[in-house]
C-alpha cells in the first residue's frame, strides 16, 4: 500500500496567514493552479484512486488533480479533516503568540488525537483500496501529526508543509513507514527530527 498525502491548494486564508482549522474556506486561483502543477509531478508514477478530507478546499484539490490524472475521485473520510482551532480560527497566526502564548486556544483539538486520527484514516483507506496506491487529499497538521505517528518524532520538529506538497507513506513489514515529506526524501529530514519520542509508533 502506498499513499501520497498531498496538502490541498492555497485559500485567501492561507494567503493572508490566518488560521484555519475547519473553517471551510474555498481555494483561490493560486491554489487551483498549484493542485494542477501538482498532478503534474505525480504524473510520473501510477495511481488508483484519490480521496479526501471532506473540507471544500481538499476536496477541491482532489478534483482538479484527479481530473488532471485520469484518477477516480473517490470517498471523503472524517478523520482528514484539519485539526480544530476553536476560537483561533481566522486569527492572524503572527498574533496567536500575543493572545494564547501557550496556543491553548478555546476548542481546539488536542494536538495528541491528531496523529492517530490520522492512522485511522490511512488504515480505513487501506481496507477500502487495499493493495492500491492512492492520492490522499488533507490538511498541514494531519499530514505532520501522522508522520510524526508514524516515525516516533514530535510533530514541531517537521519541517513546514507548503500548499499543493505530497508527502509518501508506505505499508510494508507490518508497519506503515515515512518514505518523503514534502517531496524530500526521508532519510534527509530525519536528522532534523531530534530523537524519537518514548512510547510514539515507530516506522523502524
Do not use: C
Request: cysteine-free; proline content about 5%; overall charge negative.
Amino acid at each position: 500500500m502506498h499513499i501520497a498525502l498531498i496538502r490541498h491548494g492555497q485559500t485567501d486564508w492561507n494567503l493572508q496567514g490566518r488560521m484555519q482549522g475547519r473553517s471551510d474556506i474555498p481555494l483561490n486561483e493560486t491554489g487551483r493552479e498549484q493542485a494542477r502543477v501538482a498532478a503534474s509531478a505525480l504524473s510520473s508514477e501510477p495511481w488508483d484512486a484519490i480521496v479526501s478530507s471532506p473540507l471544500v478546499r481538499a476536496r477541491e484539490t482532489a478534483q482538479l488533480i484527479g481530473s488532471a490524472l485520469g484518477v477516480p475521485l473517490a470517498a471523503t473520510y472524517d478523520e482528514l479533516i484539519e485539526q480544530e482551532f476553536g476560537e483561533a480560527e481566522g486569527v492572524l497566526v503572527a498574533d496567536l503568540d500575543a493572545r494564547w502564548p501557550d496556543r491553548d486556544f478555546a476548542g481546539k483539538e488536542p494536538d495528541e488525537r491528531v496523529g492517530p486520527r490520522g492512522i485511522r484514516a490511512l488504515e480505513r483507506i487501506s481496507v477500502d483500496l487495499p493493495d492500491s496506491r492512492v492520492l490522499v487529499v488533507t490538511h498541514a497538521m494531519v499530514i505532520r501529526h501522522t508522520l510524526a505517528a508514524i516515525s516516533g518524532h514530535a510533530e514541531r520538529r517537521y519541517p513546514k508543509l507548503e500548499n499543493a506538497s505530497s508527502s509518501h507513506v508506505r505499508f510494508t513489514d507490518a508497519s506503515w513507514r515515512v518514505i518523503t515529506v514534502g517531496g524530500v526524501d526521508f532519510a534527509d529530514v530525519l536528522p532534523g527530527l531530534g530523537d524519537p519520542i518514548t512510547g510514539m509508533r515507530l516506522a523502524s
